[in-house]
């Protein structure tokens, strides 16, 4: 069984800085992708950013060059950087993670609030 665990959520100002880490715990799989998603109410979960064991990382167009994922691959523990944070970052932002290469994967951290005020 996969167990994903999610830390650094919180509220923050416009124009403020946040990091989310995410670590899998508990697990006989390998895991290849791991990422990060958010989903307010009433809208679709949708992709932040993801990344493969092998650095290939992939982002969500409205987190460009405001976002950074990176991972420790020996930890199997991934990081989002958020910088230049607005108030559309509001959401809540779920851990992924899956043994193949794509996202979403099978598993799913149980969600961290981020709260960004005008």
């Known amino acids: 069984q996969v167990q994903l665990v999610e830390s650094g959520g919180g509220l923050v100002q416009a124009g403020g800085s946040l990091r989310l880490s995410c670590t899998v715990a508990?697990?006989?799989?390998?895991?290849?992708?791991m990422g990060w998603f958010r989903q307010t109410p009433g809208v679709q979960r949708e992709l932040v950013a993801g990344?493969?064991?092998?650095?290939?990382?992939n982002y969500g167009d409205s987190v460009k060059g405001r976002f950074t994922i990176s991972r420790d691959g020996a930890k199997n523990t991934v990081f989002l950087e958020m910088n230049s944070l607005k108030p559309e970052d509001t959401a809540v932002y779920y851990c992924?993670?899956?043994?193949?290469?794509?996202?979403?994967?099978?598993?799913w951290g149980q969600g961290t609030q981020v709260t960004v005020s005008s």
């Open positions: 990344i493969t064991i092998g650095g290939v990382t």
């Open positions: 508990n697990s006989d799989v390998s895991i290849n992708s």
């Open positions: 992924n993670a899956d043994s193949g290469a794509t996202l979403p994967g099978d598993y």
